[in-house]
């Protein structure tokens, strides 16, 4: 199985930034999507960016365009959301994926999930 394991979640206040990063151990070598969720308060989830293994191409939800930054390094197994200009609306949990394919846009292509990381923004 794979395992994922967030880290870096915090507080931060509105302009800030902050950077989570999610290791990823087991199964490993079959992974070709590693993503990005979050789930605010009230709303359901949502894809907020994701990056094909390789690295080379990548998909940011447009709430975050601009702002938000996904890296990976392949031999770490580890993505990093690098996160800039926070607003309070960037207020939530956020979830790291992985999926066995790519592209993986959805949240049901999705099969390994962090536990989630509290990202919380004051104004």
């Known amino acids: 199985q794979v395992q994922l394991v967030e880290s870096w979640g915090g507080f931060a206040q509105a302009g800030g930034s902050l950077r989570l990063s999610c290791a990823a151990s087991?199964?490993?070598?079959?992974?070709?999507?590693l993503a990005w969720f979050r789930q605010g308060p009230g709303k359901e989830r949502e894809l907020v960016a994701c990056?094909?293994?390789?690295?080379?191409?990548?998909r940011y939800a447009d709430s975050v365009k601009g702002r938000f930054t996904i890296s990976s390094d392949n031999p770490q197994n580890t993505v990093y959301l690098q996160m800039n200009s926070l607003k309070s609306e960037d207020k939530a949990v956020y979830y790291c994926?992985?999926?066995?394919?790519?592209?993986?846009?959805?949240?049901?292509?999705?099969?390994?999930w962090g536990q989630g990381t509290q990202v919380t923004v004051s104004s």
């Open positions: 087991g199964r490993t070598f079959s992974l070709r999507s």
């Open positions: 994926a992985a999926a066995e394919s790519w592209p993986s846009w959805s949240e049901n292509e999705y099969d390994y």
């Open positions: 990056i094909s293994y390789s690295g080379s191409n990548t």
